[in-house]
């Protein structure tokens, strides 16, 4: 097949500056062309990349994009400009994946493609301008439901598949986790809408007995441009997290995989408390941390459900309650406190991840595209 992958206007590829979706699309792109298929991604040009390159059979073409604007108008303005400099460069294909706001909409020349949506974030009205696009691909059952409610016309129209685990940069297996230090992990972005701040409340109010014998890894750009909270949100958790004596470190964002990996590894509890109700659509660090046999908390967003039960193959709190900071320490307090239970849902975790793998995940896509296309070749249709 020929399959064009289209990145949005904010984050280059490959991601050397971060991004989930941008992540997972490198990823994919180079196991589709791996199985031999004719692969060309388009994502935003960076100075320090080339215009066009192949790197794993994988040919890069890159467009004049933005950095990240903070309003959500501006945001929609800049799409449009960097969609259409897309459009006229695009190659003939079987195949368009995109998950920009406007390109579905501008896409009317067969010749690019079966039109494939991913809907990375909570559908916000576009669903329903959406209609000629062949598929709107929600990487979790949530998110499916809420394409599903805004634009029920296209129910038929929409499947699931998940984002896949990152293939592991280490070849050793991850160590268990009472092997390693006792280390509480976050990665992301360092904003109030991730939670951050109510992980950093819990630490610095747990009991003594319990906080002194365990640290506070925090990893994420804070920078707005790359999606963080800025510089004061990082200025009152750095001053929060003074109270704990030294017990948490706050880290600029690591984008190097093997890195990233190896903090993954060294930790023994992830805990992602993310408060993004309708901006979370799958939790691809969650997933990673299990990937690496790290124990894993998350809040109790809907999204999380395809992958975490409580107690089995992860911990959930609740974030909507009256006091999230409190629910949020007592939960990690039990969770802590029983070494046995917290050792038994790492390992339950790390083998729910091998269900995300990429070479599952990509048969997923694969056969999902190769649908489309017979459909298209027995209703005596141009690809």
């Given at each position: ?348 975790g790390y083998r729910k991840s091998a269900d995300f793998s990429i070479d599952r995940v990509a048969d997923q896509f694969l056969h ?16």
């Amino acid at each position: 097949m020929k399959i064009t992958i289209v990145l949005g206007a904010f984050f280059p590829v490959p991601p050397i500056k971060g991004g989930a979706v941008e992540k997972i699309w490198f990823a994919l792109g180079q196991e589709f062309a791996r199985r031999g298929h004719d692969v060309v991604e388009i994502s935003r040009a960076m100075s320090q990349l080339p215009r066009e390159e192949i790197l794993n059979r994988v040919k890069h073409l890159r467009v004049c994009g933005f950095n990240p604007p903070r309003s959500l108008f501006w945001l929609k303005v800049l799409d449009l400009i960097y969609s259409i400099r897309v459009r006229s460069m695009l190659p003939e294909a079987d195949v368009i994946v995109t998950n920009t706001f406007w390109l579905p909409i501008l896409l009317r020349n067969a010749k690019h493609g079966k039109v494939y949506v991913h809907v990375a974030r909570y559908p916000k009205g576009q669903m329903r301008f959406y209609g000629h696009a062949a598929r709107l691909q929600a990487p979790s059952h949530a998110v499916a439901g809420a394409i599903s409610t805004e634009a029920s016309h296209l129910r038929d129209k929409i499947t699931v598949i998940p984002y896949p685990a990152p293939r592991s940069a280490i070849e050793r297996e991850p160590v268990p986790i009472d092997k390693r230090q006792k280390i509480i992990l976050f990665v992301g972005r360092i904003h109030p809408e991730k939670g951050v701040h109510l992980l950093v409340d819990a630490f610095t109010n747990m009991p003594r007995k319990l906080s002194s014998q365990w640290k506070l890894s925090i990893v994420g750009p804070a920078e707005q441009e790359l999606g963080g909270g800025g510089g004061r949100y990082l200025a009152e958790l750095k001053e929060l997290a003074a109270k704990a004596a030294g017990k948490i470190f706050i880290h600029e964002a690591v984008f190097d995989p093997a890195k990233l990996e190896q903090n993954f590894r060294d930790a023994r509890l992830f805990v992602y408390p993310s408060l993004a109700d309708l901006g979370e659509s799958f939790g691809l660090a969650p997933l990673e941390a299990m990937a690496h046999r790290c124990a894993v908390m998350v809040s109790n967003l809907a999204c999380f459900s395809d992958f975490i039960r409580d107690g089995q193959t992860g911990f959930v709190f609740d974030h909507r309650s009256k006091n999230p900071a409190q629910a949020l320490r007592e939960k990690l307090e039990s969770v802590i406190a029983d070494p046995t239970l917290l050792a038994h849902v790492s390992e339950a975790g790390y083998r729910k991840s091998a269900d995300f793998s990429i070479d599952r995940v990509a048969d997923q896509f694969l056969h999902d595209f190769s649908s489309l296309i017979s459909q298209s070749d027995g209703a005596g249709t141009n690809r």
